[in-house]
């Protein structure tokens, strides 16, 4: 396509890398360069907080509605290109079909032919992503697209846009058994000194919370998350975000906070996978703080939420995968959080998605809530379900979710053996799932494991009548899910059952104020909890 002469780019109002007008939005502030014409400026902005904010839906549409007002605007096909590779921190493979419609924008942008240099490099960068994806695995060409955008943001220092999707593409990459956090720690390191000339850019907040997403970290990501929903209150994923810090250092009325707005933002915006998510969170937060009653009532809504939900629809960060995970959790969370196995066992066989971990789910409460209730055969089944949908993963390259489904599917298999009197193995088997839990970092889609390994090593030997044992676990599941019900009681249990009643005061007493908002009476384990507080 050839370009109009200098001349008829001014007649055009074409700007060709003049700073656009500064646009503020409820969705934050986003100035970045482009040869665009002027008159599509604000509505690119707007596509870009969008794209900052995960809001790929609405992204897409806002980018592609420039490219019908300015069909040489490289820059928005860019954009779709990139809202169609939909949440970079999603730990799956992306589809033939998704990766397709990403080329195809790639190569809208190559053909309208960007009038800078700067510009042909963004897409060539975001064209690492998609190329040769049918001879190419994903992260080898994640791997290529985090260089490309590294030597982009050296070239061009003064493009703030560069080096904050440099970061993103960084912290994304991450591996998730790399304890040193070198690449978190890097992209936090950028993004923080973009911050202070940046404090209304969404993208620059939104990605220091996910660098800092993981337990050795939440705390730095504090600040961050008190700030971005101020930023972008127009967006759910924004509204929602800060409850990932929150769950992190068990900040649960802030999470209700955060995640009550969001579900709002999600619901007025039709957008049910970010409602479901925002949720699933929601539902998390509940437990944790033993309002069982608001939990029920979101049960009582899920079949309704799960009817409007289309999994194929490109919507916000939760968009597919991030909706079908929550369907499946909130009824295993609710059985596994209170220790009730028979509703474990009876929860329905699940439905078969294109995301079959979050079936996997399911399978893990059922054989957990068998081998409780001794149904031994059925906690087979489900263990052997589990082992099928994990080889399944592995050999469609999910190499992320077929291990964590191998985790649940090996702790539950060491409860099948503490049913069958095979007390030292079951303890063993524990021991060595938790170990490998604990190399691996979760994926954003879930506020935390339905069960954590170490948990029910902990649970285990309290069984078993080795409570310092148990209490050790216990605080060990603490530090890495500070404020957690179930870890705070057990260790409560272990504590009283070693001798030290102080210990045990102390637990009761965190449990107790923690779900000071909690139902009335409660669970039985905060009856048990004021019992012991009013007998010292």
């Known amino acids: 396509?050839?370009?109009?002469?200098?001349?008829?780019?001014?007649?055009?109002?074409?700007?060709?890398?003049?700073?656009?007008?500064?646009?503020?939005?409820?969705?934050?502030t986003v100035r970045m360069k482009n040869s665009c014409s002027t008159l599509v400026q604000d509505q690119f902005e707007r596509g870009m907080a969008l794209l900052h904010s995960f809001e790929f839906g609405p992204a897409i549409e806002t980018f592609t509605a420039t490219t019908k007002a300015d069909s040489s605007c490289a820059m928005a096909y860019w954009g779709i290109a990139m809202a169609r590779w939909t949440n970079p921190f999603a730990a799956m493979v992306r589809t033939p079909a998704q990766l397709q419609a990403g080329l195809e924008a790639i190569t809208a942008g190559?053909?309208?032919?960007?009038?800078?240099?700067?510009?042909?490099?963004?897409?060539?960068?975001?064209?690492?992503?998609?190329?040769?994806?049918?001879t190419k695995d994903?992260?080898?060409?994640?791997?290529?697209?985090?260089?490309?955008?590294?030597?982009?943001?050296?070239?061009?220092?003064?493009?703030?846009?560069a080096t904050i999707f440099w970061a993103l593409s960084l912290a994304a990459a991450a591996p998730p058994t790399d304890k040193t956090y070198a690449n978190q720690l890097k992209a936090a390191a950028l993004l923080e000194k973009l911050l202070p000339q940046n404090t209304n850019h969404p993208g620059i907040t939104h990605y220091i919370i996910h660098s800092y997403d993981t337990p050795a970290l939440a705390d730095r990501a504090v600040a961050a998350a008190r700030r971005y929903?101020?930023?972008?209150?127009?967006?759910?994923?924004?509204?929602?975000?800060?409850?990932?810090?929150?769950?992190?250092?068990?900040?649960?009325?802030d999470s209700i906070t955060s995640n009550t707005a969001s579900a709002e933002a999600a619901r007025k915006a039709n957008n049910v996978g970010e409602t479901l998510h925002a949720t699933d969170y929601l539902a998390y937060a509940y437990l944790q703080t033993g309002q069982d009653a608001k939990v029920q009532a979101i049960m009582k809504q899920l079949?309704?939420?799960?009817?409007?939900?289309?999994?194929?629809?490109?919507?916000?960060?939760?968009?597919?995968?991030?909706?079908?995970?929550?369907?499946?959790a909130i009824p295993a969370r609710w059985a596994l959080e209170h220790r009730d196995w028979k509703a474990a066992s009876a929860l329905a066989a699940p439905a078969t998605t294109r995301y079959p971990y979050t079936e996997a789910m399911t399978h893990f409460a059922k054989a957990l809530g068998a081998s409780h209730a001794n149904a031994l055969a059925d906690a087979r089944n489900a263990i052997a379900a589990m082992d099928a949908i994990s080889k399944n993963l592995a050999q469609a390259g999910e190499m992320y979710w077929s291990s964590q489904v191998a985790i649940q599917k090996d702790g539950a298999a060491?409860?099948?053996?503490?049913?069958?009197?095979?007390?030292?193995?079951?303890?063993?088997?524990?021991?060595?799932?938790?170990?490998?839990?604990?190399?691996?970092?979760?994926?954003?889609?879930?506020?935390?494991p339905l069960a954590p390994a170490r948990e029910l090593l902990a649970d285990m030997?309290?069984?078993?009548?080795?409570?310092?044992?148990?209490?050790?676990?216990?605080?060990?599941?603490?530090?890495?899910?500070?404020?957690?019900?179930?870890?705070?009681y057990g260790a409560a249990k272990a504590a009283a059952a070693s001798g030290d009643k102080a210990a045990a005061h102390g637990y009761y007493q965190q449990l107790v104020t923690m779900c000071a908002k909690g139902d009335q009476p409660g669970r039985a384990e905060l009856v048990e909890a004021r019992r012991a507080l009013s007998a010292r």
């Open 229 to 253: 929903s101020t930023i972008a209150p127009d967006s759910a994923h924004a509204l929602h975000m800060p409850s990932h810090t929150f769950t992190r250092v068990g900040a649960w009325e």
């Open 110 to 134: 190559e053909k309208a032919g960007a009038w800078t240099v700067r510009e042909n490099e963004y897409v060539a960068a975001a064209k690492n992503l998609f190329a040769d994806y049918q």
């Open 138 to 161: 994903q992260p080898t060409r994640l791997a290529a697209y985090e260089k490309a955008m590294a030597a982009l943001a050296a070239k061009y220092p003064d493009d703030i846009e």
């Open 461 to 488: 030997l309290l069984d078993l009548k080795q409570p310092a044992d148990a209490l050790a676990e216990y605080r060990a599941v603490l530090k890495k899910e500070p404020n957690r019900f179930r870890a705070i």
């Open 414 to 448: 060491a409860w099948v053996l503490l049913a069958e009197g095979k007390s030292a193995e079951a303890v063993a088997g524990m021991r060595a799932v938790a170990a490998r839990e604990d190399a691996t970092d979760k994926s954003p889609v879930t506020p935390g």
């Open 303 to 328: 079949p309704a939420m799960a009817a409007q939900f289309d999994p194929t629809k490109i919507e916000g960060a939760a968009s597919g995968a991030g909706g079908t995970f929550a369907i499946a």
């Open 1 to 28: 396509m050839s370009k109009p002469s200098a001349a008829a780019a001014v007649i055009l109002s074409f700007a060709f890398v003049a700073v656009p007008l500064a646009q503020e939005h409820h969705l934050g």
